[in-house]
């Protein structure tokens, strides 16, 4: 599974830890930057993520900021996005099982980092369950497309 990986400042260890961990695992990643760690703003890493999401390049996408809360805000405000910020593994859980999440975001400067892969290996290995989880999914759908 092809999956891209974005950060700002505020997270970039987090993304580096993350990078390393999951092609242990098996995934092959993108890295949407930065390739250093330097001050950068969020919504323009949000956004490469996301695009590498709409471009089909990727099918998920894991942007971390200090919160999450910034690259959550930013991810969301794109069509076909599913932004989670998850803090726990079971957000992660029912981000995909009922939300059918495609990007999570984490905060860096939040969570330790062995948290956050195993939050990140939760998101990426659950399925969403479909059925009436579904139906609210295509109403989300139906609001986007106005
Ligand atoms: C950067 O200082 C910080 O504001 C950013 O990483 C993020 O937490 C915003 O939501």
Redesign the pocket.
């Known amino acids: 599974m092809k999956i891209g990986i974005a950060s700002?400042h505020?997270?970039f260890e987090l993304k580096e830890y993350l990078k390393e961990n999951l092609k242990k695992e098996g995934y092959e990643i993108i890295d949407y930057g930065p390739e250093i760690k330097k001050v950068v703003d969020?919504p323009d890493y949000a956004e490469k993520g996301v695009k590498g999401i709409l471009n089909k390049e990727i099918e998920f996408g894991i942007l971390i900021?200090?919160?999450g809360?910034?690259?959550d805000i930013v991810a969301n405000k794109f069509k076909g996005i599913r932004a989670a910020r998850c803090c726990t593994i079971y957000d992660a859980t029912l981000a995909r099982q009922h939300n059918d999440a495609n990007v999570l975001t984490l905060?860096g400067r939040l969570i330790g980092k062995e948290l956050a892969l195993e939050i990140a290996k939760e998101f990426l290995s659950t399925s969403f369950t479909k059925g009436r989880h579904s139906r609210r999914v295509n109403k989300i759908k139906k609001i986007e497309n106005g």
Do not use: L, S
């Open positions: 700002d505020a997270g969020y900021c200090g919160t809360i910034g690259m905060g």
